[in-house]
């Protein structure tokens, strides 16, 4: 089906879940969109162009470099490498879903198309009439969008996590994995030329206020070892994203919702990746994610291990 906002091939509508084949699908575009945007950070760094933080070339247009393409190979190959990502991921203007655009903040305005139905810190979540949900991430201090988390480690080999704002990269990332850890389909609509990431989800129903989450996530996300971690979100997991190892939280009562068939789903997290730079200062939570890996319920610490400590 279509978008009727985007007029792009669309596979979320209302409350309904896709099937698999669908859902597989929105995995494949995620990725896909993921390769061309390195592929656009790489080609830029070719000609010289910042590439950090990430905003400016996240909303280039097709045309943006056009009058340089021919002045040699790594400008045509960034022509290329945009067209190509502005294939992956549209810009929309956010009169096209009914906001004003002579305003200082649409946004608030509201829209005359989508009823308001929710906003946190990162995005304004809104409802359209065939009930599918629209959020609009907006960029924070011009630059940043969404939220991560840093890691400063301690002296007890303790890894700390705090959330902060996070890059377009890291955002993309993060929607990602929302659907690979079987959260809620997530769709990718657009991004305005202001920077405000358009999102797409199935709408589901709100859990009574207090439930308590933490019995309630999927089995893909494995508890931590609270000496391994100290996090200023709630419900903190470890989840195996595409091989990578993830912090995935946040998902308190407001990030999780009930679909028809009764079936949980997470529409909101605090994530990011746990790469070598932060493992490599803690070599027990290394050892401890590398058996965790291949096995959930892998003991904090090597049976040899125990007498040493
Ligand atoms: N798919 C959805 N179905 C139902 N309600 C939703 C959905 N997505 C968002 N909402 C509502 O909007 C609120 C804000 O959306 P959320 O994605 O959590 O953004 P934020 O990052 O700003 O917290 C949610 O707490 C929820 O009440
Ligand atoms: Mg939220």
């Given at each position: ?8 091939p ?6 309904k ?5 669908a ?15 390195d592929?656009?950070?790489?080609a830029?760094?070719?000609c ?23 002045s040699g190979?790594s ?17 929309l ?23 308001h139905i929710?906003?946190g ?7 359209d ?27 007890n080999q ?6 902060c704002p ?19 389909p ?17 709408l ?18 494995i508890?931590?070892?609270s000496?391994?971690l ?18 995935v939280?946040?998902t ?19 994530a ?5 730079a ?9 050892d ?7 096995d ?6 090597r ?7």
């Amino acid at each position: 089906m279509q978008d009727h906002f985007s007029r792009r091939p669309s596979i979320i509508q209302g409350g309904k879940l896709p099937e698999g084949a669908a859902q597989e699908c929105l995995l494949d575009d995620h990725r896909r969109r993921l390769e061309a945007f390195d592929r656009l950070r790489e080609a830029a760094a070719e000609c010289g162009l910042g590439t950090d933080p990430d905003r400016d070339l996240f909303v280039l247009p097709e045309d943006a470099v056009s009058l340089l393409e021919g002045s040699g190979d790594s400008w045509a190959a960034l022509g290329r490498a945009i067209r190509d990502f502005r294939a992956a991921l549209p810009l929309l203007s956010l009169d096209l879903f009914g906001f004003p655009v002579d305003s200082e903040d649409s946004l608030a305005e509201g829209s005359s198309l989508l009823r308001h139905i929710g906003g946190g810190v990162e995005a304004w979540a809104f409802q359209d009439r065939e009930d599918s949900i629209y959020k609009f991430f907006r960029p924070i201090e011009g630059q940043w969008i969404g939220a991560t988390f840093h890691y400063e480690p301690d002296e007890n080999q303790v890894m700390q996590a705090e959330a902060c704002p996070g890059t377009y990269r890291g955002l993309l990332e993060k929607l990602d994995v929302i659907n690979v850890i079987g959260g809620m389909p997530t769709e990718l609509v657009g991004v305005t030329p202001e920077g405000v990431l358009v999102v797409k989800q199935v709408l589901g129903e709100r859990l009574a206020e207090g439930t308590d989450t933490s019995g309630l996530l999927p089995p893909a996300l494995i508890p931590w070892p609270s000496r391994f971690l100290r996090c200023d979100r709630d419900h903190p997991r470890l989840a195996f994203v595409r091989g990578r190892p993830w912090l995935v939280a946040d998902t308190h009562d407001r990030n999780v919702v009930r679909l028809g068939d009764g079936s949980l789903r997470i529409i909101d997290i605090v994530a990011a990746p746990i790469d070598r730079a932060v493992t490599g200062r803690h070599p027990l939570l290394h050892d401890w994610l590398e058996r965790v890996r291949l096995d959930p319920g892998a003991p904090l610490l090597r049976a040899a291990d125990d007498d040493e400590l």
